[in-house]
């Protein structure tokens, strides 16, 4: 800051004392407290093989646990001490305005606590309700379930899809419905799929006698539960494109993200022998006469 132009430093440290506000100290805590429960929920969600079931499975847990916290009294002495030992580490007093509406700030920090996990439940059940009606028909088409089911109850999957099926007929899907219930009628409860995938392999063999259960399930099979999937490669391009984005070509900008993406792939290679390429192609510079 003591080297940079006026312009340049003002700008600094006023992002400093943002930064060591007592506001944004203990928004920063308890966003970071919530997040760290919700990280292993959207990772299993971020998952290729995370189908409909498993993703309402795990909202609905953590949905839960989120509720207990909320009213759980023990449980806020957890972010309090966290935002106490960042502070002191960092030398920042946790006090307050004599104007301000808060006693002091363990009120602030439980009414903020408070507030956002509300929220968070409040995006949870507005970004995955309507998973439950779809999940409702997927389960009693399942094997594990369908024995105990009436066609009533799947009909509306069967008609919603109709367009996609390879045939119409409700009559025909009803027959087919109950051949499939009949299959399982005598399989016993351990043999007996409980998910989509194992459901679609199972039928993987007998897709000839259940051609619309077969469709359907491929359908269940591959709904998206997010759109992570394509916000993670949003947010890999700006990390790769900087302020110097001009000079990267299509080709190399390609191959940088190629490498970002596989990183796992890409930390396996060998930087000696990557160095010797290179060293051994002709170094080509083309220059431009101004």
Same mark, same amino acid.
């Given at each position: 800051?003591?080297?940079?132009?006026?312009?340049?430093?003002?700008?600094?440290?006023?992002?400093?004392?943002?930064?060591?506000?007592?506001?944004?100290?203990?928004?920063?805590?308890?966003?970071?407290?919530?997040?760290?429960?919700?990280?292993?929920?959207?990772?299993?969600?971020?998952? @290729?093989?995370?189908?409909? /079931?498993?993703?309402?499975? #795990?909202?609905?847990?953590?949905?839960?646990? *989120?509720?207990? !916290?909320?009213?759980?009294?023990?449980?806020?002495?957890?972010?309090?001490?966290?935002?106490?030992?960042?502070?002191?580490?960092?030398?920042?007093?946790?006090?307050?305005?004599?104007?301000?509406?808060?006693?002091?700030?363990?009120?602030?920090?439980?009414?903020?606590?408070?507030?956002?996990?509300?929220?968070?439940?409040?995006?949870?059940?507005?970004?995955?309700?309507?998973?439950?009606?779809?999940?409702?028909?997927?389960?009693?088409?399942?094997?594990?379930?369908?024995?105990?089911?009436?066609?009533?109850?799947?009909?509306?999957?069967?008609?919603?899809?109709?367009?996609?099926?390879?045939?119409?007929?409700?009559?025909?899907?009803?027959?087919?419905?109950?051949?499939?219930?009949?299959?399982? @009628?005598?399989?016993?409860? /351990?043999?007996?799929?409980? #998910?989509?995938?194992?459901?679609?392999?199972? *039928?993987?063999? !007998?897709?000839?006698?259940?051609?619309?259960?077969?469709?359907?399930?491929?359908?269940?099979?591959?709904?998206?539960?997010?759109?992570?999937?394509?916000?993670?490669?949003?947010?890999?391009?700006?990390?790769?494109?900087?302020?110097?984005?001009?000079?990267?070509?299509?080709?190399?900008?390609?191959?940088?993200?190629?490498?970002?993406?596989?990183?796992?792939?890409?930390?396996?290679?060998?930087?000696?022998?990557?160095?010797?390429?290179?060293?051994?192609?002709?170094?080509?510079?083309?220059?431009?006469?101004?």
């Amino acid at each position: 800051m003591e080297n940079a132009d006026v312009e340049t430093s003002a700008n600094a440290r006023a992002y400093f004392k943002c930064i060591k506000d007592l506001d944004f100290i203990i928004c920063l805590s308890v966003v970071s407290h919530i997040f760290a429960i919700l990280k292993p929920y959207t990772e299993v969600l971020q998952s @290729k093989n995370c189908d409909l /079931a498993q993703c309402y499975d #795990n909202i609905e847990k953590v949905a839960l646990y *989120l509720a207990e !916290l909320k009213y759980d009294v023990t449980k806020f002495n957890e972010p309090e001490t966290e935002l106490e030992n960042f502070a002191g580490e960092r030398d920042i007093i946790l006090t307050f305005p004599r104007t301000n509406k808060y006693e002091n700030v363990s009120a602030y920090l439980k009414n903020m606590y408070e507030t956002f996990i509300e929220t968070t439940l409040t995006e949870l059940g507005n970004r995955f309700s309507k998973h439950q009606k779809i999940l409702t028909n997927v389960f009693n088409l399942l094997p594990s379930y369908v024995v105990e089911k009436e066609f009533n109850n799947v009909k509306q999957a069967f008609d919603f899809y109709k367009d996609d099926l390879p045939s119409n007929d409700m009559n025909l899907l009803a027959t087919e419905f109950d051949m499939w219930q009949h299959k399982w @009628k005598k399989t016993s409860i /351990a043999k007996k799929p409980s #998910n989509v995938i194992d459901s679609l392999n199972a *039928l993987l063999s !007998l897709r000839s006698f259940y051609p619309n259960l077969y469709c359907l399930f491929e359908l269940f099979a591959i709904l998206p539960v997010t759109v992570s999937t394509a916000e993670r490669s949003f947010s890999t391009m700006k990390r790769i494109i900087t302020i110097l984005r001009n000079s990267i070509g299509d080709e190399r900008l390609s191959n940088l993200a190629l490498i970002h993406i596989h990183h796992d792939i890409a930390s396996n290679l060998n930087v000696e022998d990557v160095i010797n390429i290179f060293c051994k192609d002709k170094r080509r510079i083309k220059f431009t006469n101004k």
